[in-house]
């Protein structure tokens, strides 16, 4: 199973941008099951959960992209989408999808001032 993560970007303040996460690999009633995330980590920071989403499409979210992002997934394309709206430059880090064991490479997110 790989995890393979896109849609990051350079985007102004204000802007919007949307990450997916496709768990390539995985059979669909495994993946219906999982609990996915998004985290990041920005320079010098530790790493922190942005978002999950359970396999009921319930979805908890830090509290800093409360009301601005948006975590959903699509069972039948293995992928789970974080959509990132009125980008601030602290959301600037590298967005990691995780679920299970499994991590994805990095995308880069840079949000300019």
């Known amino acids: 199973v790989q995890l393979q993560a896109s849609g990051g970007g350079l985007v102004q303040a204000g802007g919007s941008l949307r990450l997916s996460c496709k768990a390539s690999g995985m059979i669909l009633s495994v993946f219906t099951s999982e609990v996915p995330a998004w985290y990041r980590q920005a320079p010098g920071k530790q790493r922190e959960l942005v978002a999950r989403i359970s396999s009921g499409n319930s979805a908890n979210y830090a509290d800093s992209v409360k009301g601005r992002f948006s975590i959903s997934k699509d069972n039948s394309k293995r992928t789970v989408y974080l959509q990132m709206n009125d980008l601030k430059p602290e959301d600037t880090a590298d967005y990691y999808c995780?679920?299970?064991?499994?991590w994805g490479r990095g995308t880069l997110v840079t949000v300019s001032s």
């Open positions: 995780q679920t299970s064991s499994y």
